[in-house]
C-alpha cells in the first residue's frame, strides 16, 4: 500500500497531488492493479487533511478508470495508466525544439521563452490550478 | 449530576467528616468522663466545694478550647470554603463551559450543587453542634446562662451555617473569582450575624419588664449600686440590675416614682441635692479608671439610701423559657435568607447570559 | 444536508460594545467549517451563542434546526471545546470519562476508552498535570465521544506546539472521516485551517467579511499583473478586492466566475491565505464601521 504525502507550498491543489501521486506509483509500478489504497481515515490520520479531499481524488482516479471503489471493502486499483505512443511522443519533442529554436533565434532570452511557455501551459490546463 | 456533584466535592466533604467524626470520638470519650467526675467530685463534695467546681470546670481545657473555636467560627468556615468556591471556581477557571456544553441544563446543574452542598452543610453543622452541645452540657449547667452561649449551642449554628453557604454560593456566582468572593462572604457572614445579635434577636419576642427595689443594693450586691467618678468627670450613679435566673437582661435603668426614665439633668440635680460630700477622689494613678467610690462611709451611705428611696430599677429581659423559641425562631430566619440567597443564586446562574 | 448553523442580523452587545454586528450566516453540514479572524472579531462570541452559553442581543441563530441550548437534546447533539480547553484540574483522565458518561445520554463508552488508550494518556493522571496538547485531546474526546452531529471547537490549536497541533488535527479529521460530523472551528491563524477547511467564514470587528465553499473562492478569485491602469474601466463582472500600484505596475486580487479576456493582464492563482488577507484588511479599512471607532467606544 502506498502513503501519500503532502507538499503545501507547491500551490497545487491537494487532491490533485493524490491524484498525482497515485499516477506516479502506478508508473513506477509500486501499484499494480488489485492493490488497495488507504483508505480516507488512513490518510487523512496520517495527513490530517479534509476526508473529502481524499473523497475527491479517488473519485477522480475512478472516472480515470484506474480504481473503482467496492463500498465496504476500499478502494482497489483497476487500470493502468495508458502509455502513449512512443512516435508520437517523439513527434511532439521534435516539434517544440523547432519552437524553441525559433524563439532563441528571434532573440528571446531563457527566461521569456520559459515565461511564454508557463502561461500557455496554464491556459491550457485551467483546471489544474489552484 | 447529583453522582458527578458527589465526585466533584467528594475530598472535601470526606475530609471533614472524618475530622467530625475524630471530634466525635474525643468528645464521646471524654464527655463520659467529665460527667462522671462530676458526680464524683461536685455534686457530692462536702466541703470548699467552690473549689473542686473550679477544679473539674478546668478539666480537658485542649477540648474545651477546640470545641469553643468550632463552634464560633464552623459556620462561616463552611460558607466560606464550601460556598464561596461552589461556583465561583467553575467561572475562574472557564470549566463552566465544559460543564454547561454536556447534555444536561444549567438549571439541573445549578440545583443539584445548591442542593447537595446544603444537604452536606446541614449533616455536617448538625453533627457537629449536636457533637457540641452534648460534650459542654455539665459545664454550661454548672458556669454559664444559657442565652450567653445563644450562637454557639443546640440548632442556630445549622441555620447560620446554611445561610453562610449559600450567601457563599450567591456571591461566588456574582464575583466569579474564588479568593474575592471567598472575602465578601466573610464579610457579608459576619455583618448578618451582627446585625441579627444586635438589632434583630432582642426583638424578636416584646421583652418582659421586672421591677426591682434598690435596698440594700451596693456596687458587689446582685442589684448593683454605686456612685463615683468616670475619667474624673461628674459625679454619676451607676446602677445595675439582672433579670430572673437563667434569662437574657437587655438593659437596666433607673425610674422616678412615676415610671420614667431618668434624665442626666434629673440625676445631676438629685445628686447635687443628696449626695454632696462625695467628692473628687485624689489624683488618679492612671486616667481612664473610673471607679464607684464611696468617700466615708456615712456621708456615702446616706446619699445610696436616699436613692433607694427615691428610685428603682427596670430590667427588661427575655425569659428563660424563651429560649428554645428564639432558636428556632433565629434558625429560621437564617434559613430563610439562606433560601432567598440560593433562590438569587439559581436565578442568577440561569437567566443571566454567560 | 441540513445547514449546521443558521444566523439572521445575528449580534451581541457587552455593555455598549457590540461584539457581533448584523451577521447573516447559513453555514451547511456535512463540512469542516472554518472560522477565521482576528483577534477580538467576535468569533468566540459567535460560536458561545452557538452552544447557548451567550443569548443574543439582536436577531436570531438556530443550530442543526434547533434553538440553542434549548434543552439536553439539543445539548446532546453538539460537542464543543472552549478555548484553553479547560478541564477540572484535579479530577484524573479517567473521571472526566465518567462525568461524560453521567452527563450525556448518548455516550460511547467505548469510543471513550479506546480513544483515550490510543492516545496514550493514563487515566488514573489528574488532568492538572496533563500537557496542553494532551488537554486539548481529552477535551476532543469527551466532545466527541457523546456522538453528536456538529462540533465546535474555538481555537482549539492556538496553544499548542506544532507537533501537538499536528495530532490533533489528524484526531480530528479521523474522527471526521470515522462518523461524519460536521465540525466548525475558529482560529485566528489560517494557515491552522488551510490543510482541513472546506468552508471558510471570515470575521473582522465583528461583521461577516467572506463567507464560502474554498473550492469556489480559490476558483473565482485570481491575482492580476500588468502594467499600471486605472481600474474603474475593468469588466462590470469583475470586482476589485485589493489594489496596489507602483509607477509602473498594477496588481490586482479579483472576485469573478467568468474568464479573464483582457491580455494584458498576467494571470497568477492566489492562496486562500492570499485571499483571507484581503478581505480582512478590506473590512478593516474600508466599510461604515471602521476598527477604529469601535476601538474608541471600548
Not at chain 2, 461536685?42 to 477544679?55: E, F, I, K
Not at chain 2, 431618668?262 to 492612671?286: D, E, M, R, W
Not at chain 3, 448518548?106 to 493522571?125: I, N
Amino acid at each position: 500500500m502506498i502513503e501519500f504525502h503532502l507538499d503545501p507550498s507547491s500551490g497545487v491543489a491537494t487532491y490533485l497531488q493524490l491524484v498525482q501521486q497515485v499516477h506516479q506509483a502506478l508508473q513506477l509500478g509500486l501499484l499494480e492493479p488489485g492493490d488497495r489504497l488507504p483508505t480516507a481515515q488512513q490518510v487523512v490520520a496520517s495527513l490530517a487533511i479534509n476526508p473529502n479531499t481524499v473523497l475527491k481524488a479517488y473519485r477522480d482516479l475512478e472516472r480515470e478508470g484506474l480504481v473503482r471503489a467496492r463500498p465496504g471493502l476500499g478502494t482497489f486499483v483497476v487500470g493502468r495508466l495508458p502509455r502513449t505512443d512512443p512516435a508520437a511522443q517523439a513527434r511532439f519533442r521534435r516539434s517544440m525544439t523547432s519552437w524553441l529554436r525559433s524563439a532563441r533565434d528571434a532573440g528571446l532570452s531563457p527566461d521569456e521563452i520559459e515565461a511564454i511557455y508557463r502561461t500557455a501551459f496554464r491556459d491550457c490546463f485551467t483546471e489544474g490550478v489552484a | 449530576m447529583t453522582r458527578f456533584a458527589w465526585l466533584q466535592s467528594r475530598t472535601q466533604t470526606l475530609t471533614v467528616a472524618a475530622i467530625l467524626a475524630a471530634l466525635a470520638i474525643a468528645a464521646a470519650i471524654t464527655g463520659v468522663q467529665l460527667a462522671h467526675l462530676y458526680n464524683i467530685d461536685v455534686r457530692h463534695c462536702q466541703s470548699s466545694c467552690d473549689l473542686a467546681l473550679s477544679q473539674w470546670l478546668s478539666r480537658q481545657t485542649f477540648l474545651q478550647h477546640t470545641l469553643d473555636i468550632l463552634s464560633r467560627v464552623a459556620p462561616a468556615l463552611i460558607g466560606i470554603f464550601w460556598g464561596a468556591p461552589l461556583l465561583a471556581r467553575e467561572f475562574e477557571t472557564g470549566t463552566f463551559r465544559l460543564a454547561w456544553t454536556q447534555s444536561v441544563s444549567r438549571s439541573r446543574w445549578v440545583l443539584t450543587k445548591l442542593g447537595m452542598g446544603a444537604l452536606a452543610t446541614v449533616v455536617v453543622a448538625g453533627a457537629l453542634t449536636l457533637t457540641i452541645t452534648w460534650w459542654y452540657r455539665a459545664i454550661d449547667l454548672a458556669s454559664s446562662n444559657q442565652y450567653s452561649l445563644f450562637d454557639q449551642r443546640d440548632i442556630a449554628p445549622i441555620g447560620y451555617a446554611l445561610f453562610a453557604f449559600a450567601v457563599g454560593a450567591l456571591i461566588g456566582a456574582v464575583i466569579r473569582r474564588t479568593v474575592p468572593a471567598m472575602a465578601t462572604t466573610l464579610g457579608v457572614y459576619v455583618f448578618a450575624r451582627i446585625a441579627t445579635t444586635i438589632w434583630i434577636r432582642p426583638n424578636l419576642m416584646s421583652p418582659l419588664r421586672k421591677f426591682l427595689a434598690l435596698a440594700g443594693a451596693s456596687p458587689t450586691s446582685p442589684v448593683q449600686l454605686g456612685v463615683g467618678m468616670h475619667n474624673g468627670g461628674h459625679l454619676q450613679l451607676f446602677a445595675k440590675g439582672d433579670g430572673p435566673e437563667g434569662s437574657w437582661t437587655l438593659t437596666s435603668h433607673l425610674v422616678n416614682s412615676a415610671g420614667h426614665q431618668l434624665s442626666p439633668a434629673q440625676i445631676s440635680t438629685f445628686l447635687h441635692q443628696y449626695c454632696p460630700n462625695v467628692g473628687p477622689p485624689p489624683l488618679a494613678t492612671k486616667p481612664g479608671q473610673g471607679v464607684a467610690r464611696v468617700i466615708g462611709p456615712d456621708a456615702g451611705r446616706a446619699c445610696l439610701e436616699q436613692v433607694a428611696k427615691t428610685f428603682h430599677l427596670v430590667v427588661t429581659y427575655q425569659p428563660a423559657s424563651r429560649y428554645w423559641t428564639f432558636q428556632w425562631l433565629e434558625t429560621g430566619i437564617f434559613a430563610v435568607l439562606a433560601l432567598t440567597a440560593a433562590a438569587g443564586c439559581y436565578s442568577w446562574v440561569t437567566r443571566r447570559a454567560s | 444536508m441540513t445547514t449546521a448553523i443558521e444566523t439572521e442580523t445575528l449580534g451581541k452587545r457587552y455593555g455598549r460594545r457590540w461584539a457581533l454586528t448584523d451577521c447573516t450566516l447559513s453555514i451547511p453540514g456535512g463540512r469542516v467549517v472554518g472560522l477565521v479572524g482576528p483577534n477580538g472579531a467576535g468569533k468566540t462570541t459567535l460560536l458561545h451563542l452557538a452552544v447557548g452559553l451567550l443569548q443574543p442581543s439582536a436577531g436570531s441563530i438556530s443550530v442543526l434546526g434547533g434553538v440553542p441550548a434549548a434543552g439536553p437534546e439539543q445539548l446532546a447533539r453538539i460537542g464543543f471545546l472552549a478555548q484553553e480547553s479547560p478541564t477540572y484540574a484535579r479530577l484524573t483522565v479517567g473521571q472526566h470519562l465518567q462525568m461524560g458518561q453521567w452527563l450525556n445520554p448518548s455516550w460511547d463508552t467505548d469510543f471513550a476508552a479506546q480513544r483515550v488508550a490510543e492516545l496514550g494518556l493514563d487515566v488514573g493522571q489528574r488532568a492538572g498535570t496533563l500537557s496542553g496538547g494532551q488537554r486539548a485531546q481529552l477535551a476532543l474526546t469527551l466532545a466527541v465521544a457523546k456522538r453528536p452531529e456538529l462540533l465546535v471547537l474555538d481555537e482549539p490549536v492556538a496553544a499548542l506546539d506544532p507537533l501537538a497541533r499536528r495530532e490533533f488535527l489528524q484526531t480530528l479529521m479521523e474522527v471526521v472521516a470515522i462518523h461524519g460530523v460536521s465540525v466548525v472551528l475558529s482560529s485566528h491563524l489560517i494557515a491552522d485551517l488551510e490543510r482541513v477547511c472546506d468552508y471558510l467564514v471570515v470575521l473582522v470587528a465583528g461583521r461577516v467579511a467572506l463567507t464560502g465553499d474554498v473550492d469556489e473562492l480559490l476558483a473565482c478569485h485570481h491575482r492580476l499583473t500588468g502594467p499600471r491602469r486605472d481600474v474603474s474601466d475593468l469588466p462590470g463582472n469583475q470586482s476589485v478586492i485589493e489594489e496596489s500600484h507602483t509607477e509602473k505596475q498594477s496588481t490586482l486580487l479579483v472576485r469573478t466566475t467568468d474568464p479573464i479576456l483582457d491580455p494584458a493582464w498576467t494571470v497568477t492563482p492566489v492562496t486562500l491565505d492570499d485571499v483571507v488577507l484581503a478581505y480582512m484588511r478590506q473590512a478593516r479599512d474600508g466599510g461604515p464601521r471602521s476598527t477604529n471607532h469601535l476601538a474608541v467606544a471600548r
